[in-house]
């Protein structure tokens, strides 16, 4: 049997979204395809909280850093990243292969931001700051909102950009009321679709600030063409019928979605509590994408990770420096209600079995 | 009803990639996504005939395009592009992005490269020669082999790297064998999926080329990780999953495969020119990718296109300056014998009522 995902992304996929990947090809020129992808784009303007741009890249959430970072800041520029995970990191190094002079902010790999001491290093010279709103290696989700309050009052210059691919669709967000200039999601998180796509979001400073950059990943190309419904390359079009199709129904229910995503993650951490288990994050930073627990003492995490595939559950390690150290489960993906309490009856079980409690 | 994709890319889809892509959300970690991707990666070898390395990248063939640009040369140097239809032109365009000097070859957008026009542009200074194999817009198969060689004899330190989006798999290629360097494919072409994954595949004198580019499309990255089955990042699982159900039915029967689609592709020009319609390619020179035909006099594209539509069929007018001029039909797609009976039929029809001929 194959096992539910309970990993922080790829996760169990919309039904809407299995339905139209079940389907015939589509061709992604002409009218009818122009209207799905400018329904997208509309939709995304909503779920991302800007009356500025959004853009569809065929690519990883990772392509969709590397546009940012790319468009938006040139060779030399300064920009300030706080690194406290392996997607924080993504950041730093993505910077560091444009060329820009990167100011990283270490931190340990489970703290939560302090707007403090990030807008601390923002001085008149830099140029941006680099955020990671949910911080998938560790469970951490960021106070992105206050500490760009805190940029701004340093530096009302300096772009804010945002990592949300994890945050999407679960956390709230809201670029232009949290201050923020540009963010990027993926498909395959909260939206609940298979990989291969990266949502962009550009706020009107951002788009003052966008500038051509190589050629797949040039924003300002894209900025030409998908107004009018097309990408400048072709996109994986199947994906954004796809996306067309959860988003009709998950965005004018996504505050209550989102409300929904952090109880299960609350309960999982409640759960993992009453065994013993220790959470990652600091306590009122959980990122509802994913519940972080460090391994119970004397476990390895392959050990846990098959006392979950026992219970029919894919869960994840950790990542990077954290690897051998945290696991990871996700409820981010799709459920049906009946589902869910056979999920957390089989989570129950896994924690029985590698805490040996109960 | 939906129209039949007669467009060359996207294609009506393998039924077998439609199986996989009906099915639940797969992980792209673990041993068993680990054994499809290097079955994938091996299955392309064969396909590009190469006992160097393949890739795979999450994006269209435009990113792959510019990752094998990006990688293999260095800004400053020197390369030689004939440019002949909107995908050689692209080649030029990314070269230039890449910040390398770009000598243009410039020629009627539906001639066929001559071997030796592209190798007298060639001296000890150029560092590799960016190549179409099949002109996708225009319907040309242009003679790799042949320029290759040629190419050779008066630098053999260029590099031969080849756009093969739309002859892999309807064409016979042998990256080794033909004397290339490199090639870059796309799913949503002759393998019959869905878009959003390009093939890459490196020769040895790539491979000892290749450096870092940027982050994203960095290939040295990927070169580093995708030998263990591993993307460096999330990749479009469900396509490659597809890839390999496709390719395992595919690859055993290649051969008959290529003579197939060359033959349909011939019937469309023999049906087309006994309607007194204008072949684009050269005789001798047609990509079985997709037959190109100059409108018929006093018909617009818009009315050719409506004249398929109205039979059920979505074909493809020109691209760039051969907008208005031209239109294309594929058969690259997927069809049951007896539907292509009735493709052909309904083609028939379109052809008459196009021309007014029978």
Redesign the interface.
Known sequence: M?PW?L?P?????HPRA?LV??G?????R?EAAARVFSRVREGLKAAFGTAGETLLL??????G??ALV?GLFRPGERVVVPVSGKFSERWA??AL??GLAVERLELEWSAALDPETVASRVDKNVAGVLLTHSETSTGVLNPIAEIAARVRAQNPEALVVVDAVTSLFVAPFALDEMGLDAAVA?S?KGLML???LAFLALGPRALKRLE?Y?????LARELKTQPRGQAA???????IEAADAVLEVLLPELAGHQAEKAALNARLYTLGEAYGLRPVPPEGFESPATAAFWLPEGMDAEAVKAAFLNEGL?IAGGQGRLKGKIFRISLM?YFEPEQLEEVFARVERAFGAITGRF
Chains 1, 2 share one sequence.
């Open positions: 194959r995902l990993t992304g790829p996760v169990e996929l299995r990947l079940a015939p090809q589509r061709h992604h002409g065929t690519g990883s959430g990772t392509a850093m590397e790319g190094e993505i292969a444009r993926g395959q298979p990989p291969g051509p190589g050629y797949y990943l040039d390359f072709t996109p994986a079009i199947n994906l894919l993906g």
